[in-house]
């Protein structure tokens, strides 16, 4: 079974620190994926990696930069974080054998920006 | 672009009814589709996925979901919930023009009642 998995279920840090998030998966999966959740608007992708050393972005990259330097770890970095980054944070990851192959998720980082 | 509609943010039910939740999506080639759910402080978990053939979709739990292009539509049901389904469900959809990458609706929360 995949196992992804976030470093911290709930994180409070404050306005204009350096924020790290990582996750680490257990498959060998090739494809990892940052998104945030927000009540009424779902998941937005982050940023993505294709594998080692690639990164992608996704539909709201700004405020926000990613670390991929082995294949199990990707991290997600908040530069400088603002209360409206404040958030659930999901990760997850996939392999492309297949183009079909749905992502396996962890249980999110609940994070306040105070 | 690809994009999900769920047309219910909420959906209260009593045990033992049968459910219904709403997707309808958009794109120009072909798709593939996912239904998620999210239990209180938990990740995302795949309940099922439409790739191809049978437009009948069985999944985990008891639910099912069907693929409908014309209406370009996939609806998840189940015939008799539980408690323990009380969840949000999230409706995805992917494609090769999105290199497949998901996109996700807003989601469902359904709450079940005794």
């Known amino acids: 079974d995949v196992k992804v998995t976030q470093s911290s279920r709930y994180l409070v840090k404050r306005t204009g620190e350096k924020v790290f998030l990582e996750c680490v998966q257990d498959m060998d999966h090739e494809n990892m994926f940052w998104y945030r959740q927000d009540p009424g608007l779902g998941l937005r992708l982050i940023y993505f990696s294709y594998d080692v050393k690639m990164k992608e972005k996704g539909d709201i990259p700004e405020g926000y930069s990613v670390s991929r330097e082995k294949k199990e770890r990707f991290s997600l970095i908040l530069e400088s974080a603002s209360t409206n980054q404040t958030s659930m944070y999901l990760c997850?990851?996939?392999?492309?054998?297949?183009?079909?192959?749905?992502?396996?998720f962890g249980d999110g980082t609940r994070l306040s920006i105070l | 672009a690809q994009s999900v509609t769920q047309l219910d943010s909420q959906v209260p039910v009593f045990e033992e009814a049968p459910v219904e939740l709403r997707c309808n999506y958009s794109?120009?080639?072909?798709?593939?589709l996912f239904w998620y759910v999210q239990y209180p402080n938990q990740g995302l978990q795949l309940l099922l996925k439409y790739l191809s053939g049978s437009t009948l979709v069985k999944g985990i739990n008891g639910f099912e979901a069907e693929f409908n292009k014309s209406q370009t539509s996939f609806h998840l049901r189940k015939p008799s919930v539980h408690i323990s389904d009380t969840a949000e469900y999230f409706c995805?959809?992917?494609?090769?023009?999105?290199?497949?990458?998901?996109?996700f609706g807003a989601g469902t929360t359904v709450t079940v009642r005794a």
């Open positions: 997850a990851s996939r392999t492309p054998s297949g183009d079909n192959q749905p992502q396996h």
């Open positions: 794109s120009s080639v072909s798709v593939y």
């Open positions: 995805a959809v992917t494609s090769l023009l999105s290199d497949y990458k998901l996109s």
